[in-house]
């Protein structure tokens, strides 16, 4: 794959290269396309990470649809699609890690020790072996985009991360491949999350800037919903991943919850479409 | 910096960097004329580089003759010199480092915990910067070479790693900054260290593979110079920093020391003329 990215960049083409494990659905689909606006060459990487999935985690069952994977980015018209072998990416020999820092303990980081360090080790190769010019990731992973971000500006690479914005179903839950893991009971409860802090977002919007009390708005919506337990909700600075002392537009509201074993991610960017 | 590199790439040059500490010698000499010739551009980077220094070493007395560093390396004919400012590489709100795995924590390791990490954090940072297609460091730091090494294998960076043969005063000391520090009894000393591997290299080309025996023979040769305290001295694989359980070529035999507060390294590639 390098010697292609090596290649395409020699002739001045820009390179978007989208970072998936696959299992793609329409979240991904809007990433591509993204890509394929800004690129001459678009890469797809699908690739299931062992290094970012913990212990108890569910690297064995994660989906690894990938001649349906395939089919749908030929039908996208991506440039190449990298979809390298575990031991591709981590020889036996493999021992150099990213150490991402104390913002990869906080939020996500708190419930899944090592896992951004397995984010950020693998994004950091994969950049290397396709050399994008623009790298897509899904606002829905915002903690994702706050450590690429700073692994990109810490080390001086040449890609500009685009966070693109969450896709939803109809009835405001976020895409994703774990979807696939809910029973229908808790399919019909999981939509509460994105009531949740959206009501939230409309108190910031109504004039609420006290990140506590934006927080709790959070908090008690959710706790309407029976069978969801939360793991944390917190309104952050999208750099720094620390509490605002007032939100401000651009602030994230991120939230984590369970339904029986499966944890669910969602947030909103306060007063902005974006990160 | 990364500006000017990116475009000389996108013109079809191949850049050649020389990443040093500054205080230039014969030795950072060698290295610039190699990268020279194999190269359209060449860049030297010259930082202190505080990660690497550990909390009780020389990095606020390290020497920083930057003029005359640059007249040097003008009449050497580079094409560009990058001396960023301490805050450049690491601003405020730096937080991710390279984690090097266990080949860090072994000989020069073992002595300076943390070193290898802030090498390796820096020597990407600088390769981001520089996009360099080739990077040449001396063969003294022996185990720098196998992680740096290691580093571009297992982040898959476009780099190829080229490791310059030791030069040496006509006493035989290999050629170091910091050999600035040693008075003038203690630099008459300072060449036991290469006499004492040289004929342990000698020993294996004359047939004694065993490597407890080979460093046995250097340690005995060392004893022999009062003043001198061996640290480790170490027969190793180029690439696993593992003892073989017969020496073969390419394997190296390297040994650190100190006359009086100044650790001096040395090591000899046994069997060959360079890593």
Redesign the interface.
Known sequence: M?EQA?AW??A?DEIGVVPTMGALHAGHDSLVARARRENQRVIVTVFVNPAQFGPNEDFARYPRPFDQDRARLEALGVDAIFHPAVDQIYPP???????????AEVLEGKSRPGHF?GV?TVV??LF??T?PKRAYFGQKDFQQVVLVR??V??????VRIVAVPTVRHTDGLAISSRNAYLDPGQRQLAPAVHHAITEAAHGFAGGETDPVRLEALTRERLAATPGLVLDYVAVVDD??LSRPAHAIPGNVLAVAVKLGSIRLIDNVVLGAERL
Chains 1, 2 share one sequence.
């Open positions: 390098q090596v960049r020699h001045g020999a493999f021992k150099t890690r990213v150490d991402p820092g104390p913002l360090a950020l950091l190769k290397n072996l050399q700073q692994l500006r810490d080390f001086g690479l040449p750099t720094t």
